[in-house]
C-alpha cells in the first residue's frame, strides 16, 4: 500500500500538471514580427510591392487648391469647399466634418467658375492636371493642387485604439494603419490578421501574415481608401475570456486543495 507521503507526491504533481496546462493556454504565441529575418546578421533585403496610386471614386471627398500671382484671385474658389460630414467613427484629433468637394454618384465635383470635372476613377495627379488646364483659361499660370480629404481605413480588432482613421496621405500601409491604432495587443493574432476591400462592388478578403517578412512584397501592403483591418483574438485572449473554463478551473483548485488537506489527515 502506497505511503501518505507517496500520495501526497501525486496530488501536487497533477496539481503542477494542471498549473502548467492552464499557463500554456494562457502564454501568448507567434507575437514577434517578421520572426523568418534572422536576428545574426546585419543586413537583409526584400523586394517591395509596387505602389499603385488610388483611383477616386464616389462618394471620395478631395481638397482642390488653386494658386496664382494674385492670391485674391483665387480666394473665392479655394474657401468654397464647404464642410461636408463623415459617416462613422474617427479619431479623437480628426474633426467630425471635412471641408473639401464631395464625388458625387455620377463622379464629378463641381468647381466655382471651372464647373464640373469628372474624377471617379482618376488619380489625383491625373484630376490636377484636368483642372490646371480648365484654371489656365481664367487664372494666369495657376497653381493646382488635389489631395485626398477623406483617406479612411478602420482598424478593428485586438489592437490597442480601434478605430476609423483619416490618413494624412494617400501612400498608406498595412504597418502605417496599425501604427496609427497604436500597434497590436500581446493577443493579436499577428499570422492571421484579415483586411476587407471594396472591389468593383464585392468584397475581397485577404489573410495577412505579420510573422513573415514577406507581407512587404505583397499586393495588399498598400491600402486603398476605405480598408478595414481587424485582427484576431489568439487562443490566450479566447482562455483569458471563457468564464467557464475559468470556473472548471477553480472548481478542480478547489477539489485539489481539499484532497491535500484530506489525504495530510488520513492515516494508512
Not at 31 to 52: G, L, M, N, W
Not at 81 to 94: L, R
Not at 179 to 189: E, P, R
Request: with cysteine; glycine share 4%.
Amino acid at each position: 500500500m502506497r505511503s501518505i507521503r507517496d500520495f501526497k507526491g501525486i496530488i501536487v504533481l497533477l496539481s503542477g500538471v494542471i498549473t502548467l496546462l492552464v499557463s500554456s493556454c494562457s502564454a501568448p504565441k507567434n507575437i514577434t514580427y517578421f520572426k523568418d529575418v534572422p536576428d545574426t546578421i546585419r543586413q537583409h533585403e526584400i523586394q517591395q510591392a509596387a505602389y499603385s496610386t488610388p483611383l477616386i471614386q464616389v462618394d471620395d471627398i478631395l481638397q482642390v487648391t488653386i494658386q496664382t500671382l494674385d492670391p485674391t484671385a483665387t480666394a473665392m474658389l479655394n474657401q468654397s469647399s464647404a464642410p461636408v460630414p463623415v459617416s462613422g467613427n474617427t479619431t479623437a484629433a480628426a474633426p467630425a466634418a471635412i471641408s473639401g468637394y464631395l464625388v458625387d454618384k455620377d463622379g464629378y465635383i463641381v468647381l466655382p467658375l471651372i464647373g464640373k470635372i469628372m474624377v471617379q476613377g482618376k488619380t489625383t495627379d491625373s484630376v490636377r492636371e484636368n483642372i490646371k488646364a480648365v484654371a489656365a483659361t481664367y487664372y494666369k499660370d495657376p497653381v493646382v493642387n488635389v489631395r485626398f480629404a477623406n483617406f479612411k481605413i478602420t482598424v478593428l480588432g485586438e489592437v490597442n485604439r480601434p478605430s476609423t482613421y483619416v490618413m494624412p496621405n494617400e501612400k498608406v500601409t498595412l504597418l502605417d494603419a496599425l501604427g496609427a491604432a497604436g500597434d497590436l495587443t500581446i493577443y493579436g493574432k499577428r499570422e492571421n490578421v484579415l483586411l476587407i476591400r471594396d472591389n468593383n462592388g464585392k468584397k475581397e478578403f485577404i489573410r495577412m501574415n505579420l510573422n513573415q517578412s514577406n507581407i512587404f512584397s505583397s499586393p495588399y501592403f498598400f491600402l486603398r481608401q476605405g480598408d478595414v483591418i481587424y485582427v484576431e483574438p489568439n487562443k490566450a485572449k479566447v482562455s483569458s475570456t471563457d468564464l467557464a473554463q475559468v470556473k472548471r478551473i477553480s472548481i478542480m483548485a478547489s477539489v485539489l486543495s481539499l484532497l491535500i488537506v484530506v489525504v495530510s489527515r488520513v492515516k494508512f
